[in-house]
């Protein structure tokens, strides 16, 4: 697949790889399960120049990039997943910025974000506001120079590490009641409290945070009063597709693993990947690999093309590389029988991260949701007009 990609993509193809085995490795295995972010991960991935492709040129990024985004992930992941969430939220926590940011704002956070030297945080989900944004409680009220804002928040993924957060939040209104805005927050401001640090079946940053008379400066809003909930969707399509694109990195690991194993396992005379049944099984994991590498990458190019149809091939591409890699990794599991199953494994650890990823930016079943709302607004489109 990547081969078809334009050679300045293929050579930061391969960048990214030289840095994820060189440096990214032998990091993870010194660092193991972490549920922040360590300074030597920090100072690693700024060093990297890796955030780039999630900010524009002027504002010290290389170019926004879908396309180089997916790359990094699917490098990254199989890896050492912190590294892939660090990554997934600066983009998560800097593309709103990017879409609706003023030149000040853009000034003021966008090259901290693409150097590294700050880390961001998206803080959309709440107790009662999962899939349904509709159901968001946290409430920002208008106190002339500034707003006053007060809620809970859930499942923010670097949430700990974070010095600062794109956080959204109800703006009501007498013509919108359901008005939803969104504003750059920093750590440091009083109101802001990590009070829970989530632990999840993988080594994740995750916590719940209590936002209590939090005083944000009206230069904070982004974007106009009540242009929240359109710019969460916009971030979200951007950043969908590359929960693929990391899916199929841990798949491609957990393959490559399968394949070295089965090859010097040696069961009743024989290595085990002589066998009809192992080969079956690594035989569908490379097609399964392959199939959502295509969709993942297609989604890509038409998203960098802004074309019309991104959105639907963004949830396809989500959808079925983040269920393909899940299926593979169990198949690599079952492959190394009782090595599989044993703690530190590289398939056991791939095996509990993949499964956050069908849950996290859109459960497989909201994918299925707006792949179907998708296909009905194209019908609706073509349908001819009656007499």
């Known amino acids: 697949m990547f081969t078809l990609l334009p050679l300045e993509d293929q050579e930061f193809k391969e960048r990214c790889l030289q840095y994820a085995r060189s440096v990214l490795a032998p990091l993870a ?50 890896i050492y997943a912190p590294a892939d969430t660090t990554f997934a939220m600066q983009g998560l926590g800097g593309y709103p910025i990017v879409l609706a940011g003023s030149e000040s704002q853009k000034a003021r956070y966008l090259p901290e974000l693409a150097a590294g030297r700050r880390l961001s945080t998206f803080c959309l989900t709440e107790p009662e506001a999962g899939s349904d944004v509709s159901a968001l409680q946290t409430e920002a009220r208008d106190a002339g120079d500034h707003y006053v804002i007060n809620g809970r928040k859930r499942f923010i993924s670097n949430g700990y590490s974070a010095d600062m957060g794109v956080l959204f939040a109800r703006t009501p209104t007498s013509e919108n009641p359901m008005a939803l805005s969104a504003f750059i927050v920093e750590k440091d401001m009083t109101g802001w409290n990590v009070d829970w640090r989530i632990e999840l079946m993988a080594s994740h940053d995750i916590v719940e945070f209590e936002i209590k008379d939090l005083h944000v400066p009206k230069e904070n809003l982004l974007g106009p009063p009540g242009a929240g909930f359109k710019l969460a969707m916009q971030t979200l399509d951007l950043m969908r597709m590359s929960v693929g694109a990391a899916a199929v990195g841990m798949a491609q690991t957990a393959l490559d693993e399968s394949m070295r194993y089965a090859r010097k396992r040696v069961q009743f005379g024989r290595p085990i990947v002589d066998y009809q049944s192992t080969g079956f099984k690594l035989a569908d994991m490379v097609t399964e690999i392959q199939a959502a590498r ?11 093309r802004a074309d019309p149809s991104a959105t639907l091939h963004s949830s396809i591409a989500k959808m079925y590389a983040t269920e393909a890699a899940f299926r593979c990794i169990d198949q690599a599991v079952q492959i190394h029988g009782g090595m599989g199953v044993v703690k530190g494994a590289t398939v056991e650890r791939l ?3 993949i499964r956050p990823l069908r849950v996290y930016e859109g459960t497989t079943e909201i994918q299925k949701l ?10 609706k489109k073509n349908e001819p007009l009656t007499p």
């Open 294 to 304: 295509s969709l993942v990458y297609l989604a890509a190019i038409k998203k960098d």
């Open 351 to 353: 095996y509990r991260e």
């Open 370 to 379: 707006i792949i179907a709302n998708q296909l009905l607004k194209e019908a």
């Open 29 to 78: 295995k010194q660092l193991g399960d972490v549920n922040d972010v360590p300074e030597a991960l920090r100072a690693s991935l700024a060093d990297s120049d890796i955030y780039g492709p999630l900010f524009p040129k002027a504002y010290g990024g290389t170019g926004l990039s879908a396309v180089r985004i997916c790359l990094v992930r699917e490098t990254i992941a199989g």
